[in-house]
Structure formats: structure tokens, C-alpha cells
């Protein structure tokens, strides 16, 4: 299915494709068979365009249906739900089923993450969601938003940083974990505000087209009903050192993550920026959060000023069950020249029954942005 889109500027002019390889290898009968929150981290740390045929990709993933599903597209007793997991894909695969593996941790017969929560100031009940990583001289860094279950349900109590050293196979057992300054909690002044889920590389090691030197954090300031945009920036050899974050004021980079100003709003708590050839930089979002519409925005820097919003695609919603789309974001090293791969989740609406009498619900969903 091909959609003509109206043109941003006189120059840039966007048509989108679905991408049913990428679909199909997420649609599985036996083990991993659903998941949400999915990025794709490339080991050799180059995310340009195409670079997957010359590295292996590891994807991480949150919430995550482990079992089996039967002939009639049913989850069969048995089925475990945990909150994070991974998986690899093998050098120049592309989107082929049969060389991606899939990773989670066993205890006692049961299913469970690959990390849980093991710093500081966590508790029994919290669990990690999985964020956006990247891998420096072979060490994998992760961020994880750390949330406890009660009260109130879902609760983000910090942005930790798991590492897991180089050299070091799946599920990493001995990775690190810290607990990062990369987040405020609520007050009435603004929602609350979590950095990590968007990193930008823009420095020579990551292959930019225009590095400047500085690996981009992005996160969101949780308003109510209006998640917007937040930058921070950190040399690369520093990327571990929070204390070295600066922050986007609106027209400084500072050392105070307070005063951290929104670039834009209408996001979803996922998204990504990427840089292209002819110098501009393209947010990849679900506009208003769980809304149908897939859509992007151009910047003239990894700051903008970012220009209006482009609706790039509608996802298909049927009305039983009932679903809703969320957490758009693009996968470039992913992506052939000229196109940029981008995945959206899809989850139940209706009951959290629902997923168990319909198990293709809840998998990652690929379009392809091809860009005239």
C-alpha cells in the first residue's frame, strides 16, 4: 500500500509503504510472541542508513508475552507476562525470521526479565522498562525507567543505566546497573520529566553526516494530555558521567536539568530523531501519544526549531477487539537508503483478556518512509 503525502516544504516530500517482512518477523507462535516498546541498537554503533548488513542489531523490548499460541491465533495456558526482553538479529539479515534470537531469564521453571531492578533505591515491587541504548567500544548502555507497580499503578521512580561490558553473551548476566539524574517527578509547575527514550549519535564515531562531537539524549515532560520534547546533550566519552549532561533551555545548554525547556509537544513517550543527508534532522512520533496517526516533523538542528507536524500514515484500527497504536520511532541502520523503517506497538483497548483470545494484537508493526 503506497499513501502520497502532502509535501513539508517545496523540497521534501514523503510517500510511506507498510513493510510486511518486518511485520512478519515479529509474529510468532512458540516463546517470545508479543512485545511492545521496541528499539534496535546496532553493535557496531553505526546507525546510518543501511549499516545493518555489516553488523549484528540488538532489539529491546518491554512488556512481553512468553508461551505459545495455537492454530487459531490463541495464547495457550501457561503464558507469562514479564516486563522486558531481548533479542538479536544476525548480521545483514534483514527481516529474516529464522535469524533472529530471542532472550529472557528462567527461575523455577518460570519466565522473567532480563533486568530487573537491583540499585540503590529500588523496591521488591518495581520493575524496568526499556528505553532507548547504544554501544560505545563494545559496552552496551541501556536506559530503563524504574516503575513500581503501587501506589499509584505505574509509577516512574527514576531513569537507571544498565552497561553490559563487552564480550559478555545473552541473557548478560553480569551487566551493571546505576541509577541516573535524568529525571524529575511531577509538581504542579509541569509533568514529570525522564530523559532516555531517544538517542541521536551525531559524532564521527557514529558515522553522522554532520557530527558536531555530541551523543543526544532526548526525553519528555509529561503535561497533562500533551507529552513534549526535551534535549540533553554529552561528549561521547563522557556519555556515563550524568554530571556532564547539558540541557536544552530554549537557547543554552545548561547544567540544570530544571531548566530543561519542551522543543515541541503532541509526542509519545517513544520517539526518535534522525539525522539525514542534506543536513536536517526528522522526529519520528505518534502524534498525540495513543492517537492513530504516525507522524514526523523536520528540524535545521538536533534542536529544531522544529517545523508543523506531518500526519505520514494512519494505522489501521479494527473496532473488535478494539486496540490503539502508540510509541512511533524510526530504525535507520534498519533501513535501506532513501527510506527510513519505522515501527509502531499496538495493544488491546478492551480487556487485557483480549491478548490471550488474540494473540496478534500485541506486536511491533513496521512502515517504510521513503523520503523524495
Known sequence: MLLAITMLTAAQQFTVETAPEW??????????????????????????????????????????????????????PGTQLVNNTLAVLKRGAGADPNQIQFYWRHSGGNAKAVF??????????????????????????????RFSKVPPPFHREGISMITIP????????????????LWLDDSPMRGQVSFGGAIMDNTVEGNAFNPDGFIYVYGIQEDPLNKKALASRVPRDQFTDFAEYRFWDGNNWVADIALAKPM????????SVTPLPNGKFLMAFQQDTIGREVAVRLGTSPVGPWGPI?????????S????????????????????????????????FWDHFTYADIYRPRFIRLRIQ
Open 320 to 351: 473488535n477487539p478494539p486496540v490503539y497504536t502508540y510509541n512511533a520511532k524510526a530504525h535507520p541502520h534498519l533501513s535501506d537508503p532513501g527510506t527510513l523503517l519505522i515501527s509502531y506497538n499496538v495493544n488491546s483497548a478492551g480487556s
Open 166 to 181: 563487552k564480550g559478555m553473551v545473552p541473557p548478560f548476566n553480569g551487566h551493571s546497573q546505576v541509577e541516573t539524574t
Open 23 to 76: 511485520d512478519a518477523m515479529f509474529d510468532r507462535t512458540s516463546g517470545w510472541t508479543g512485545a511492545d516498546g521496541i528499539y534496535s541498537i546496532p553493535f557496531n554503533g553505526d546507525d546510518n542508513f543501511g549499516s545493518a548488513t555489516n553488523t549484528r542489531t540488538l532489539f529491546v523490548f518491554s512488556d512481553t508475552f512468553i508461551g505459545d499460541v495455537n492454530a487459531q491465533g490463541e495464547r495457550l
Open 310 to 318: 506531518v500526519e505520514v500514515y494512519t494505522c489501521p484500527v479494527p
Open 264 to 271: 515541541c509537544g503532541r509526542l509519545s513517550n517513544e520517539f
Open 116 to 145: 530487573e531492578p537491583n540499585t540503590a533505591h529500588s523496591q521488591p515491587d518495581e520493575f524496568y522498562w526499556l528505553k532507548d541504548g547504544m554501544i560505545i567500544d563494545g559496552d552496551t548502555h541501556i536506559f530503563a525507567g
